[in-house]
Nanobody, 125 residues
């Protein structure tokens, strides 16, 4: 069973930055897999905001392009989400998840697993 633990959330003012981390427990490495960051705001559906495949190729939702950066440290089994120029509309619970595929393009939320408890990000205006 995949277990991922997110951390790094908090409360910031608009324009601020946060760096989220997602650590995978257990002996299985993450290096061969697509990793995704998702978020869910109150009353809204969960949406994917960023992903990174096993080769390091990244994809972003239009709403976060140019502001968020996803990266991975396979040796630490950790994926990061650097969030800059935060906006109130970025307020949400943020989750990371792992896909059993090395590529990310075309993957749906159902293709991901290992959902953790998430980490709350609150951006005030």
């Amino acid at each position: 069973q995949v277990q991922l633990v997110e951390s790094g959330g908090g409360s910031v003012q608009a324009g601020g930055s946060l760096r989220l981390s997602c650590v995978k427990s257990g002996v299985t490495a993450i290096s061969s897999y697509c990793m995704g960051w998702f978020r869910q705001a109150p009353g809204k559906e969960r949406e994917q905001v960023a992903s990174i495949n096993s080769e390091g190729t990244t994809n972003y939702a239009d709403s976060v392009k140019g502001r968020f950066t996803v990266s991975r440290d396979n040796a630490k089994k950790t994926v990061y989400l650097q969030m800059n120029s935060l906006k109130p509309e970025d307020t949400a619970m943020y989750y990371c998840a792992l896909s059993g595929k090395w590529w990310c393009n075309g993957l749906r939320e159902l293709d991901f697993s290992g959902w953790g408890q998430g980490t709350q990000v609150t951006v005030s205006s």
